[in-house]
């Protein structure tokens, strides 16, 4: 459901998202079509997808302007739609396909920073990477937010250390599996290498061994 595309994210674009106030950044759920001289939080929404794919460098400050009818063009180009430069929900929708939003991006961060903080990055990537998976599955719910916090789902939950605020690695890692990355090649579930591992997870297939982790499926 998450395609490769986009340029890698940048570390000032990782801490453009982390500081966005969160009220500016939930755009309305009452989709408006959006051009030049709109403003609001829709457009600092659309804003901020272009930049995770790499088609926007400027910062998501909510005004449309020819930056970002630029960048709109372009994606649109690259996804076969009309190069109108307007943001419909044709266009919306598929930019939603390949990018997630800054709650759902926080989410992801924070379920890396809990489960795999100090973790080599690619073994962080592969935790988020679980969650986009499991959202992609018909055996699991379909939203980031209902995968983290589905009961037992994620031992930090319980915890209380998925509540630690994530560094600009974790970010980074969320996008890069936004953006398709998935070092565990399918994982559904993981468990530390060194963890008694119970009958239920020797029966699953095993799709990657990373640092510290065993991903299955």
Request: charged share 20%; glycine share 10%.
């Amino acid at each position: 459901m998450f395609k490769k595309l986009g340029l890698y994210a940048a570390a000032i674009v990782l801490l453009s998202w982390i500081i966005i106030p969160q009220a500016q950044a939930e755009a309305s759920n009452t989709f408006v079509t959006m051009s030049v001289g709109s403003k609001g939080p829709q457009v600092v929404d659309l804003q901020q997808r272009l930049r995770m794919l790499g088609y926007l460098s400027s910062e998501a400050d909510g005004n449309y302007g020819e930056g970002t009818k630029d960048a709109v063009q372009r994606f649109q180009k690259g996804a076969a739609i009309a190069q109108t430069g307007v943001v419909g929900q044709t266009t919306m929708h598929a930019l939603k396909k390949v990018t997630v939003s800054r709650t759902d991006l926080s989410m992801l961060a924070r379920i890396v920073y809990s489960e795999a903080r100090g973790e080599q990055y690619d073994g962080q990537v592969a935790i988020a990477a679980v969650v986009l998976n499991r959202v992609a599955s018909n055996d699991f719910p379909d939203t980031i937010e209902e995968v983290i916090f589905a009961p037992g789902a994620f031992h930090t939950i319980d915890s209380g250390t998925y509540w630690l605020e994530p560094d600009a690695e974790a970010f980074r890692a969320a996008i890069d599996a936004a953006k398709g990355i998935d070092p565990t090649n399918g994982g559904l579930y993981f468990n530390g290498v060194s963890a008694k591992q119970n009958d239920w997870f020797k029966s699953r297939t095993v799709t990657a061994t990373i640092g510290g982790h065993i991903f299955v499926k």
